[in-house]
């Protein structure tokens, strides 16, 4: 079991900024690819942004390319979302997630464990 703990995220104006930490435990060592997706009301979870467990490699949805940064603390076992330039359709919950496969999955069935989510609003 891993378990994925979320934390950050809130309210921001548009053009803001906001970051979202994800503390990643438990049994690990399967893990490839750390991600991060997001879900609006009525709407499917998309992915977001992936990073590879070294933190070397990084992968972007164009949606956020440019704005958002995924990056990775080896020390804490965690994974950060630094997003700037937020937009309003931004707004979404954020869950961050494990992927035991290789490249960058970028459905939701390609990862197997997941965080419990984080609110992110972005007000125009």
């Known amino acids: 079991q891993v378990q994925l703990v979320e934390s950050g995220g809130g309210l921001a104006q548009a053009g803001g900024s906001l970051r979202l930490s994800c503390a990643a435990s438990?049994?690990?060592?399967?893990?490839?690819?750390l991600g991060w997706f997001r879900q609006a009301p009525g709407k499917e979870r998309d992915f977001v942004a992936a990073?590879?467990?070294?933190?070397?490699?990084?992968y972007y949805a164009d949606s956020v390319k440019g704005r958002f940064t995924i990056s990775r603390d080896n020390a804490k076992n965690s994974v950060n979302l630094q997003m700037n330039s937020l937009k309003p359709e931004d707004t979404a919950v954020y869950f961050c997630?494990?992927?035991?496969?290789?490249?960058?999955?970028?459905?939701?069935?390609?990862?197997?464990?997941w965080g419990q989510g984080a609110q992110v609003t972005v007000s125009s």
């Open positions: 990073i590879s467990w070294s933190g070397t490699n990084t």
């Open positions: 438990g049994r690990t060592f399967r893990t490839n690819v």
């Open positions: 997630a494990t992927s035991p496969q290789y490249g960058w999955p970028r459905t939701p069935t390609q990862y197997d464990y």
